[in-house]
């Protein structure tokens, strides 16, 4: 993905104020909107980079997060998962620039609108995340009632002109000497309104569909990780496009691996013997079993690393490391027969001392005999 600098595509310095960011947004959103350039695909595309851009550096928390991490920080799990093209953001925003620009004459009715962005969870094994899957799931999406074709008005039916405003979507009040222009709020300024309402969709000319969503999960995925599917959030409005789908990862814990960024680590337990003595051990990864030799005197605690058998990153090739931890097990029970050799193992030591010269006890009870 070849993304702009969020900063360079609204031509502001990367210290611009709140107010500098708005007022560059508003100016560009005017000159690349779509229904000022035809639908030119160049400029609708703009026109998202614009949107997503302002989304970003308009909010404090993200922008501080683009700050820290760049394009990354999506991945940082920074976006919050809200819609970037949703209602909120689209509606508020441009609805905003247009009744400024278009002194709000335009109906919405007749306003192309991107759909909004939806997010579904979708959980994943430790394998599955690590080594990349092919995942089919369902999701909930709106989509124009196909019993109605979206208008809202029963079958038969065709919506009317809105009763309170003539169609015009505005009602005029006098306010002293002054005639203030309001939204109709009996049709929401579309004009329109619904007398006989589609049984389907309730009037709202929208319904919710179950669609099947097949998805290549990439490797190196973690927990709240953010995949987005074009196009397959809401149904846009009027011919808008649709929102996007985002799809948050959830990361099952694994039974043997734990993750830490790109390492894997891994506790393993060997016993007092093996790491007095040395040994040999199979150790499993993601990649199948390896061995791994513990050195002679091994202490428990002490880390080894296994290179390259670690989580790799979908954007870049690096791979992590698995970093095996070793810890000495004490048995809880044992023989009689076992009793008596570690009883015997210790008088040897004691009579050695326990790192074959004098242990420290030893040493502070010398000098006290002195
Ligand atoms: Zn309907
Ligand atoms: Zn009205």
Same mark, same amino acid.
């Given at each position: 993905?070849?993304?702009?600098? +969020?900063?360079?595509?609204?031509?502001?310095?990367?210290?611009?104020?709140?107010?500098?960011?708005?007022?560059?947004?508003?100016?560009?959103?005017?000159?690349?909107?779509?229904?000022?350039?035809?639908?030119?695909? /160049?400029?609708?595309?703009?026109?998202?980079?614009?949107?997503?851009? +302002?989304?970003? *550096?308009?909010?404090?928390?993200?922008?501080?997060?683009?700050?820290?991490?760049?394009?990354?920080?999506?991945?940082?799990?920074?976006?919050?998962?809200?819609?970037?093209?949703?209602?909120?953001?689209?509606?508020?925003?441009?609805? #905003?620039?247009?009744? #400024?620009?278009?002194?709000?004459?335009? &109906?919405?009715?007749?306003?192309? %609108?991107?759909? $909004?962005?939806?997010?579904?969870?979708?959980? *994943?094994? %430790?394998?599955?995340?690590?080594?990349?899957?092919? $995942?089919?799931?369902?999701?909930?999406?709106?989509?124009?009632?196909?019993?109605?074709?979206?208008?809202?008005?029963?079958?038969?039916?065709?919506?009317?002109?809105?009763?309170?405003?003539?169609?015009?979507?505005?009602?005029?009040?006098?306010?002293? %000497?002054?005639?203030?222009?309001k939204t109709c709020h009996a049709c929401n300024g579309s004009g329109y309104e619904i007398i006989d309402k589609c049984k389907?969709?309730? /009037?709202?000319?929208?319904?919710?569909?179950?669609?099947?969503?097949? *998805?290549?999960?990439?490797?190196?995925? #973690?927990?709240?990780?953010? *995949?987005?599917?074009?196009?397959?959030? &809401?149904?846009?409005?009027? /011919? /808008? @496009?649709?929102?996007?789908?985002?799809?948050?990862?959830?990361?099952?814990?694994?039974?043997?691996?734990?993750?830490?960024?790109?390492?894997?680590?891994?506790?393993?337990?060997? &016993?007092?013997?093996?790491?007095?003595?040395?040994?040999?051990?199979?150790? @499993?990864?993601? +990649?199948?079993?390896?061995?791994?030799?513990?050195?002679?005197?091994?202490?428990?605690?002490?880390?080894?690393?296994?290179?390259?058998?670690?989580?790799?990153?979908?954007?870049?090739?690096?791979?992590?490391?698995?970093?095996?931890?070793?810890?000495?097990?004490?048995?809880?029970?044992?023989?009689?027969?076992?009793?008596?050799?570690?009883k015997e193992f210790d008088e040897i030591t004691k009579a050695y001392g326990r790192t074959g010269s004098k242990g420290l006890f030893d040493k502070v009870k010398d000098l006290f005999q002195q």
């Amino acid at each position: 993905m070849n993304k702009r600098d +969020y900063y360079e595509i609204l031509g502001v310095p990367r210290d611009a104020t709140d107010a500098d960011i708005k007022k560059a947004y508003r100016k560009l959103a005017l000159q690349h909107h779509p229904d000022r350039t035809n639908g030119d695909k /160049g400029s609708e595309e703009k026109f998202k980079e614009i949107n997503e851009a +302002y989304s970003v *550096l308009s909010n404090q928390e993200k922008r501080s997060q683009y700050d820290t991490y760049g394009h990354n920080f999506e991945r940082m799990g920074g976006m919050g998962h809200e819609d970037i093209f949703g209602s909120t953001v689209f509606e508020d925003l441009i609805g #905003d620039v247009f009744s #400024d620009f278009f002194g709000g004459r335009r &109906s919405s009715r007749s306003r192309k %609108f991107r759909g $909004k962005d939806i997010e579904a969870e979708l959980d *994943l094994t %430790f394998e599955e995340a690590v080594m990349g899957a092919d $995942k089919e799931f369902t999701i909930k999406r709106t989509v124009a009632c196909t019993q109605c074709s979206g208008t809202g008005a029963r079958t038969g039916t065709k919506p009317s002109v809105c009763r309170a405003c003539h169609g015009s979507g505005q009602i005029n009040y006098r306010q002293g %000497f002054l005639t203030v222009t309001k939204t109709c709020h009996a049709c929401n300024g579309s004009g329109y309104e619904i007398i006989d309402k589609c049984k389907e969709c309730n /009037g709202t000319g929208r319904v919710l569909k179950e669609e099947k969503i097949k *998805l290549h999960v990439p490797s190196g995925v #973690d927990t709240d990780s953010v *995949l987005r599917i074009q196009g397959k959030g &809401s149904e846009g409005y009027n /011919g /808008g @496009p649709a929102g996007d789908l985002h799809v948050v990862t959830k990361v099952k814990e694994h039974a043997l691996f734990k993750r830490e960024e790109q390492n894997i680590i891994l506790d393993m337990f060997i &016993s007092y013997a093996q790491a007095v003595l040395g040994d040999t051990i199979k150790i @499993p990864t993601l +990649y199948g079993d390896e061995e791994l030799k513990i050195p002679v005197g091994t202490d428990s605690g002490e880390t080894f690393v296994l290179k390259h058998k670690g989580i790799g990153n979908p954007y870049d090739s690096r791979k992590g490391d698995q970093i095996v931890r070793v810890h000495i097990e004490v048995p809880k029970h044992i023989s009689d027969r076992q009793k008596e050799i570690l009883k015997e193992f210790d008088e040897i030591t004691k009579a050695y001392g326990r790192t074959g010269s004098k242990g420290l006890f030893d040493k502070v009870k010398d000098l006290f005999q002195q």
